[in-house]
């Protein structure tokens, strides 16, 4: 976190000048102070003990410092790139259907057909629901002994026996992102229906006008206006599941054999599981500076501090 | 109780990476106590910045504020007792009016009953007695700019500070409200400083005009001197609508006298005038004083290209030959069209003659400068 | 109406009609989707499990509910600690969480720095930042101070992943109070920090009660953090606990959704008395 070290040093080095009216360095005091002690207390210091740690072998109980060595065995293991790939697999998957969901359901929405207000308060709940009931509703729906959707396939004759899709190889990344989407859809389709309900109907009136077709009036103009929200979406949330840990961890720990375990499930692993800290610090380095990189390039790409700043 | 303000070479600088920008350059000013006195300009010019000094939410980068005897340039708006009307209105939305229009008295630790007798009568002085109880969310802007005038009204300021209040409104409630601060003034003992970039509400409302340009002070008058003697070409074109037609001559000295020679006329100077008999100098006409026909002593054709009718008059907006634009103003020339070619004429008594300066050499025959600046303004004309 | 200009194989009529059938088709596919879940979790909820899963199957039409799922819930587990742990730390994080944002904000706003964006990206790439990422470090330092297992030390984490948004929303939402209120309360004598009590929290009440919400949100929803600095069962927040319920033998589906119930109470009456509120942090942060 050194950008935001460097962004106070920088703020209270300079001449902190504001607006001509006298009497105010106490406020000034009250409204930096917490902010600033906050984030060194509770980010750069615990990052910047982690990262000094990943540079150690052992490090709670001997510790032996090895430089970069952890990162050496861990970027050199195999399973460190499947687990990568997990990871990207998980958070592409997510968020496509999510924005494909999203974006299929603001656009009926859009339409006003009846009872598009009841669906829309609808769509609220997954939004509200605490990640851990949505597992817990999910792995009802999928069990392999009650599930009810076990339940349906066997009734409907598609398949002999139960799947126990969180456990089972081939479903258990499949099974995690549904669930995933289930949740999560629903903030693409917020958002995107906010920018739908901006765009100014008198194109669309214009666009018939002119004997343009449905297809094509998705094309010209709904879709120039939504290109913004989509990317941000694509880019945020993309980030977003890629760092997930909880909903991946609730309903397989990782497994099965670590076919869910992506990068957020491997740090917790190494640091609890095999009680590794200086692997866990390290890997957890890694996926810090990976983060750093994702954000120069949203930042270059939208300049959204150009919002307060 | 009203006091006069002092301005002594104040000037403010903003700085911002690098780049200084220099609102207010050197400005000096006497204000006298009581009087209405209006800041005017085009946009940028450093008339709000001036006002914000006087209100103590800017501070001077070198020069004093004084309002009668007291230095205030240090002192924060909190001690200073100024009122203030924004461009924005600012009214509190969470507070009724009764609560904003009282706010400062409160803060000031007077007693209830007194806030409500005070609050009372400003309302009735500025008709908004029906709305009190409201809150700001349900006024219309007229009502909103009378509630904040009602703030600055109880608090019997000694400078009443209105910063561009009517930007926002339209023009009959511009009208109404022109009326109401005009009021306001008389009632209180106060004296009011105005800004506005609508030179209209300056030269109706105004005992004296402060006319800025780029920070620097252009003119300080009453509106009437304003308008009859502008010390400058800058002046002159701002002042009055439509614009003073400015046109390009050369001085030439023959036989008969000093005359001057432009696109299409020449005009004469009598002889006596201390006037330049050399080069070349822009003079000045304003519409109004246009007479269609060729009785004036000088005569020039405009070529007619839009025409607008008032009702009363009409304006007629044409070019001379020499392609400058030149407005007429009449009430004989309702029956203009596009392209018609319009005689009209013009005595020197009614033109100003400008050096290349910009600064005026002549008011009609008068030579500039032999005018005293008129005692009560107290402007220093540079 | 009129037909088009012939353009495609049908005529418009029938393309709008289709339109229209796809249109309610997916509303529909869509509304069973996101419903068919939350009504399952109800019904197990609401009626005994003897009930439910009479006959080797699940009976989704409730005939006869009880209360007998939340008895035992109450009865045999400690989920009125793990509430009460809970509510701790959400109180206590949302409190933090909140009081930095506005104060974060008003500076951040009314203050002239260099260093602005710089700082509006910092307070972004925090907002980015995968807990379990900030979780490891924070368990180093936690152990190292001894304060894991703390109430302190869970709320400490929390408002580190719920402050960053909160910062900026405010942030975002008092660039829309005018300075001129403020100035206008300075002529009339008010002190700044009297102006900053009459006239500046009060016009910022909409923003930090979404702001709020949304760090009770992120607190209440919380399993990551709460798991990392949490390893003693009486210190489980409602999350942890109850995801270890599955795990045990005598807590069945029956009781699991009706925890499920429970721990969604409090996000659902937010949803309830304070909707206006959340459409106020969709609008201002876009992101979440």
Redesign the interface.
Known sequence: MSTALKSRLAAAGSALRERDVDGTTLLLAACFVPMLAFFVVVWVIPIVYALGMSLFASPVRSPEFVGLGNYAELLGNGAFWGFLWNSVVYAVATTGLSLVIGLGLALVINQRIRGGDALRTLMIFPYLLPTLVVIFMWKFILDPNIGILNQFLVDAGLIDKPIAFFSTLEFAMPAVVVTSVWKFASFAFFILLARLQAIDPDLYERARVEGATTWQAFRDITFPHLRGAILIILLVRGIWMFNKFDIIYLSTRGGPLQQTTTLPIRVYQLAFSEVNFGMATALAGVMFFLLAGVAVVYFRAFAPETEVA | MATSIHLDTVRKEFRT?GNTHVAVDDLSLDIPEGSFTTFVGPSGCGKTTTLRML?????PTSGTVSFGDEDVTDL?????N???V???I?L???MSVRENIG??LK??GVPKAERDERIDEAAAVLQIEEQLEKMPAELSGGQQQRVALG?AFV?DPDVLLLDEPMSDLDAKLKSDLRVEIQRLHQELDTTVVYVTHDQTEAMTMSDHVVLLRDGELAQVDPPKQLFDYPNSEYVAQFIGMPSTNVVDCAVEAGDGGTALVGPGFELSLPAGIDAPTAGRVRLGIRPQYLDVGSDGACRLSVDVEVVETLGTESVVHGRLEDGTSFDVVSDAVDDAVAGDRLDVSFDLANAFVFGEDGETILFGSERAGERSSPAGAGGVTP | MATSTGRGLVSHDTQKRLQRIAVYLTALLISVFTIVPVYVMVVIAIQSPATTFAGGRVNLLPTEPSLRNFLVLLGSTDTVRYFVNSLVVTLGSTVLSTTIAVAAGYGLTRFDFTGKSLAARAVLFSYMFSPIVLAIPLYVVFSTLGLLNSHFALTLALTAISAPFCIWLMWQYFQTVPIALEESAWVRGASRWRTVRDVVLPVARPGYISAAIFAFAVAWNDFTMARVVMSRDEMYTITVGASLFLDRVNIGWGETMAVSLLISIPPFLIALFLQRYLLQGFSVGGLE
């Open positions: 990476l209100a103590g939410l800017e501070t924060p708006p909190q001690e200073r100024v009122s203030m924004f461009q924005s600012a509190y939305p969470h706010y400062g803060v000031h703030g608090q």
